[in-house]
């Protein structure tokens, strides 16, 4: 079954210090993954994509097949970080399904 | 553009009582999908329409869940009757098609629901 997995519900760091946010997925075809990501009192939006291969306010994350995981990072984390983030996985070629992890909440400690 | 719309933003309501959640898609998109947030579950798929039609509603809880798209610009999610674990919040989301779909879905702000 195509599941995307999320173990961190909270995650806390301090301000300067190396962020990483967990996904992991199950899926038998080719993987397509993003990260959505809602501020406080903002609407979730995208914040990347897989296929694009780029870094979004400074965040990166990068696609391992073997072990199936998506996870997103960022060298230096910035209290503007801190917000609700969400993996998600494209289930069905050619249509638009995205299932969704079950989020973690960042909170970066000044 | 407003972006997608929803409403209500906020709905308390008691036990057996129905509820109907309203949206109203970003014009020109023709996917719109409904989903729910709760702490323990996440971002939860419910039904998604794509052109007005009903895709996929494997999501949808259970027969108490319904939804509609009578037009291009319109739907609804209705619970009938409700109950306290129907509390959440629900999001309305908009895309349109594309051979190049990046992935992209614009939420609205949500409809807090709260069954007491």
């Known amino acids: 079954a195509q599941r995307v997995t999320q173990p961190e519900k909270l995650l806390s760091v301090f301000k300067g210090a190396p962020v990483e946010l967990k996904c992991n997925y199950s899926y038998s075809g080719s993987p397509e993954l993003f990260w959505y990501v809602q501020y406080s009192r903002q609407r979730l939006q995208l914040l990347l994509r897989h296929i694009s291969r780029e870094s979004i306010k400074g965040f990166t994350a990068d696609l391992n097949k073997g072990e199936t995981s998506f996870h997103l990072k960022k060298p230096f984390a910035q209290e503007e970080d801190s917000a609700m983030y969400y993996c998600?996985?494209?289930?069905?070629?050619?249509?638009?399904?995205?299932?969704f992890g079950q989020g973690t909440r960042l909170t970066i400690n000044p | 553009d407003a972006g997608v719309i929803q409403s209500p933003r906020h709905e308390v309501t008691e036990m057996g009582q129905e509820v109907t959640l309203r949206c109203k898609p970003i014009s020109g998109h023709d996917y719109l999908f409904w989903y729910r947030q709760t702490m323990m579950r996440g971002l939860e798929l419910l039904i998604y329409?794509?052109?007005?039609?009903?895709?996929?509603d494997s999501g949808m809880p259970e027969d108490r869940f319904s939804a509609k798209m009578p037009n291009a610009s319109f739907s609804t999610l209705k619970i009938q009757p409700s109950e306290p674990r129907d509390s959440a919040v629900y999001f309305c989301?908009?895309?349109?098609?594309?051979?190049?779909?990046?992935?992209?879905?614009?939420f609205g702000e949500g409809s807090r629901l709260t069954v007491l």
């Open positions: 329409f794509n052109n007005n039609v009903p895709i996929d």
């Open positions: 998600a996985l494209r289930i069905s070629q050619g249509a638009q399904k995205l299932v």
């Open positions: 989301a908009s895309s349109n098609s594309g051979s190049n779909w990046a992935g992209e879905l614009f």
